[in-house]
């Protein structure tokens, strides 16, 4: 399932992200990258240090914690530390999926779901779309500043060369409790459909039932 999330931040936050970038050292993004990913992966992310990367986690995650879309959408179990990547003219990331286990310095954990935060004007940079391959086509996305996607990390993607301006992203991946992108989306539609229930008629036998079934569905699913 693919998810886009209009506005996770607002223009304060994003403007308070770019102060705390502003002169950040950013370092080749192949470092950071599989070998088969690191073959075709052209950018520059931010080095990560202390200071500047707890302010960072600090706006981004207030914001997914509090974001229903992102909840109940991907079931977070545990959320990476954010990266920012940068593409200047020439940069591009063919086509990969990600790493299965991520983390190096801290807990390692299985990635199964993909964000992509985007922190810059679509107007003020020319190519860099994200590709995601889904089963019903590739999908092209270059959305608002503050918006986000989230895709199952197994999917196959790549962002196109930028040829004009800068592309800024923050990426992070999630293990989800519920690992199977299938499942997470049959809950994130029944969870639609229950708080409409809950909202529109709390009393109804039916609202219980499908409550009742999304709470069980998740307790059978969920892998902890």
Same mark, same amino acid.
């Given at each position: 399932m693919?998810l886009t999330?209009?506005?996770l931040?607002?223009?304060a936050?994003i403007?308070?992200?770019?102060e705390?970038?502003?002169d ?21 992310e931010m080095?990560p ?8 986690i600090?706006i981004i995650m207030a914001s ?6 992102f909840?109940f959408?991907?079931?977070p ?9 940068r593409y ?6 063919g086509?990969?999926v990600d790493?299965p286990i991520?983390g190096t *310095?801290?807990?390692?954990? &299985? =990635?199964?779901?993909?964000?992509t935060?985007?922190?810059? %004007?679509p107007?003020?940079?020319e ?10 086509g ?5 959305p608002?500043a ?8 197994s999917?196959?993607?790549?962002v ?14 999630i293990?989800?409790y519920v ?11 029944l969870?639609l ?11 109804e036998?039916? *609202?219980?039932?499908v409550? &009742? =079934? ?8 969920s %892998?902890?």
């Amino acid at each position: 399932m693919l998810l886009t999330i209009p506005a996770l931040l607002n223009s304060a936050q994003i403007a308070k992200i770019h102060e705390i970038i502003a002169d950040a050292p950013f370092i080749d993004g192949k470092l950071t990258a599989g070998f088969a990913a690191g073959r075709v992966k052209r950018n520059e992310e931010m080095r990560p240090e202390p200071e500047r990367m707890q302010r960072l986690i600090r706006i981004i995650m207030a914001s997914l914690g509090h974001h229903e879309t992102f909840r109940f959408g991907v079931l977070p179990h545990r959320v990476a530390d954010p990266i920012i990547a940068r593409y200047t003219p020439g940069m591009a990331y063919g086509e990969h999926v990600d790493d299965p286990i991520m983390g190096t *310095t801290g807990p390692r954990f &299985r =990635s199964d779901v993909s964000m992509t935060i985007f922190l810059n %004007d679509p107007a003020s940079y020319e190519g860099g779309e994200l590709f995601i391959r889904t089963p019903f086509g590739e999908q092209r996305i270059k959305p608002a500043a503050g918006d986000a996607v989230v895709y199952p990390s197994s999917s196959l993607h790549r962002v196109l060369e930028v040829t004009r301006g800068e592309r800024l992203v923050a990426l992070t991946w999630i293990q989800s409790y519920v690992r199977d992108p299938a499942r997470r989306e049959l809950l994130y539609e029944l969870n639609l459909a229950r708080e409409r229930l809950l909202k529109t008629a709390p009393e109804e036998d039916t *609202t219980a039932y499908v409550d &009742r =079934s999304y709470a069980n569905l998740v307790r059978m699913w969920s %892998d902890l």
